[in-house]
Each structure stands twice: as C-alpha cells, then as structure tokens.
C-alpha cells in the first residue's frame, strides 16, 4: 500500500458529552480524580474529554466539588 492508500483509523462516538475546559490544567484535575477519571471515555483534547451522557450530573456534581462552576450546553 502506498503512503497515499494508508488507511488512518478513525473513530464514530454516538450518545457523548464533552467536557470543555479553558485551562488545560481543569482536565488534568479532572483526570488526576479518580471518581471523575473512570467518567471519562476518551480524550479529543489538552482541554476536552468525553463522557457518557447518563455520567453528565456525576461530572457536573465533581466539579462544583471542586470549586467550578461548570456551564451546561445542550
């Protein structure tokens, strides 16, 4: 297979949330958690993990644990 025929993998995800943060250093947080990191189902970003849509209110709920105040987008 030539370098122009090279197949790249990609990946379809249905039925997630991202979770967007403005500082990187959010998303380590949030990973550096364990009741937070076994949320997340990937991570597109230094600043956006996904999630499952039923895990939403365990994340939004972490995090004002945490101190943020995070902002729901549908």
Do not use: C, F, W, Y
Not at 22 to 30: A, G, K, M, T, Y
Not at 57 to 74: C, F, K, Y
């Amino acid at each position: 297979m030539s370098s122009s025929q090279t197949r790249i993998p990609i990946k379809l995800h249905r039925n997630v949330s991202l979770v967007r943060a403005n500082d990187p250093l959010v998303i380590e947080e949030l990973l550096a958690r364990k009741p937070l990191a076994r949320l997340v189902v990937g991570r597109l970003s230094e600043t956006v993990v996904l999630v499952r849509p039923e895990d939403e209110d365990a994340v939004l709920e972490e995090l004002r644990r945490l101190g943020h105040t995070p902002r729901l987008v549908r």
